[in-house]
């Protein structure tokens, strides 16, 4: 079974990536969490076995940080092409499944998702038609295929509100799709996010773990320094 994962990531620019954890964050700091829980997303995906990892960028382009982190992982970097959110993941996912058996798509909002979730995923997909991997705050941090599934982004609800993941299992449910659902995790979407995976990651206790989130876990500390508290 051939199996592709891709990472949807935008080029790390201020004031274009998590704003909504500004303040108290300023936009340069937000710029620099999005690099980090990315470069801990890749790093820990490399890991999966019998999963080809991409990475989906924007601007097509890819900005010299993104091209920088295909480079240390020798990632295939993927242009996300126009449109919105739903627009760009369904052409993705479409161009996939025409070459692998299965396919999955993530971003970098979940950057201590466990990795045996992606492996679930990839599981569910040798006999579901999709799968979905729902996050706490309504959207979702992982959806994959087997078929193309074009109907599953045409949604109205809004992209990045709470409704994604309810209106994306009523259009699969509604087309009769076979799917799964994997156990939910947690975004960090807002400040308090933030101060969760913080503290699951032991760096709100001063206390960071051994070998995790090793790029996050820095950052955090640094944030500390610069007289951020969550």
Partial sequence: MSRLAFVFAKEPEPGRVKTR????????????AHEAFLADTLSRLATVGGVELRLAVSPDAGGPRLLALAERYGLLVVAQGAGDLG?????VLTGALADADAAVLLGADSPDLPTEYVERAFTALRTEEAVVGPSEDGGYYLIGASRPIPSAFALEAEWGGPRVFEATVARLGADGTRFSLLPPWDDVDEAADLARLAGRIGVAAGQPK???LEATSRFLSELAGEGVKL
């Fill in 87 to 91: 627009q760009r993941m369904n052409r």
């Fill in 21 to 32: 954890l500004c303040p108290p964050l300023s936009h340069e700091q937000a710029a620099r």
């Fill in 210 to 212: 051994q070998g995790t």
